[in-house]
């Protein structure tokens, strides 16, 4: 045999060496992972120097839903007539805000000119039963039909039309 098999020779003799190596792979492995988790949770946490824990905002968190600008309201009340501009906002506006399913857009004096011509009752006409793809009453069976009207005339009205606004019929007040 020749002297190559004695040339692949390790750093590690001894089994002190080897204990010696091991023991510091594993002490640079702790210390890696220590200095890992210490890069990481250095940054500045999102409730430290804020005001979060005040008596204030404490309560603002634990304050109940409803309270946030909801209003209760009586179902056996009187109904209360909404302004044209309120049913554009709360209704049309889905579709008539962007011209979806070919609705004419609000304020669009091409698209709603024809449509002006028609009248003010066939307008409010097509708007209660429903034309197309719009459904009857915007899909929103609780508008009353002044309210539709009012809101017809809204639309309308932003798009060169001269319609008035009608006023609540005198029974709906009574109520």
């Not at 804020?50 to 309270?67: C, F, G, M, W």
């Amino acid at each position: 045999m020749s002297d190559a098999h004695n040339e692949h020779e390790s750093a590690i003799k001894t089994p002190k060496q080897l204990i010696a190596a091991v023991i510091g792979f594993f002490a640079v492995v702790i210390l890696g992972i220590v200095l890992l988790v210490q890069y990481v949770t250095t940054d500045k946490l999102t409730g430290r120097g804020s005001n979060s824990q005040e008596p204030d905002e404490i309560a603002a968190r634990l304050a109940p839903v409803a309270d946030n600008g909801f209003t209760l309201k009586d179902a056996s009340g009187p109904k209360v007539l909404q302004s044209g501009e309120a049913i554009y906002t709360s209704t049309c506006a889905a579709c008539h805000g962007s011209g979806a399913a070919g609705a004419p857009k609000f304020g669009d004096a091409g698209a709603w000119g024809a449509r002006i011509a028609q009248g003010f009752d066939t307008l409010v006409k097509h708007a209660n039963e429903g034309l197309r793809a719009m459904p009857a009453k915007g899909g929103n069976p609780e508008l009353a039909d002044v309210e539709i009207a009012r809101a017809v005339a809204y639309m309308g009205n932003s798009a060169g039309g001269k319609f008035k606004e009608p006023e609540a019929p005198a029974a709906a007040e009574a109520k």
